[in-house]
């Protein structure tokens, strides 16, 4: 089954920086819109950044001017850029991509299993 791999999170500064990477774990068709989401304490997941596949971006109002998404269609990789981190960014970030697994195969949305980012003040 194709799942999404993320990687880059960790613990960083405030003011620091990180780069997420997110991948499919196998070859997948019709990839569509790419993104990040997070989620602190609590049920809810915001959305942080979103890429479609013509290169349209749209972002968090939290993390504008700050963070960068990025996609390379070749590798189908989803990628990160955080600058100026802050406290408030603290979170698990999740990779969101929209794909068909195989070639006959309507396109659905899929999730990474997440991966944790610290800012320390």
């Known amino acids: 089954q194709v799942h999404l791999v993320e990687s880059g999170g960790g613990l960083v500064q405030s003011g620091g920086s990180l780069r997420l990477s997110c991948g499919a774990s196998?070859?997948?068709?019709?990839?569509?819109?790419m993104g990040w989401f997070r989620q602190a304490e609590g049920p809810e997941r915001q959305l942080v950044a979103q890429?479609?596949?013509?290169?349209?971006?749209n972002y968090g109002d939290s993390v504008k001017g700050r963070f960068t998404i990025s996609r390379d269609e070749a590798k189908r990789m989803v990628f990160l850029q955080m600058d100026n981190l802050k406290p408030d960014d603290t979170a698990v970030y999740y990779c969101?991509?929209?794909?068909?697994?195989?070639?006959?195969?309507?396109?659905?949305?899929?999730w990474g299993q997440g991966t944790r980012v610290t800012v320390s003040s």
């Open positions: 196998e070859v997948v068709f019709n990839l569509g819109t």
């Open positions: 969101n991509a929209n794909f068909s697994p195989a070639k006959l195969d309507g396109q659905s949305d899929y």
């Open positions: 890429i479609s596949r013509t290169g349209n971006t």
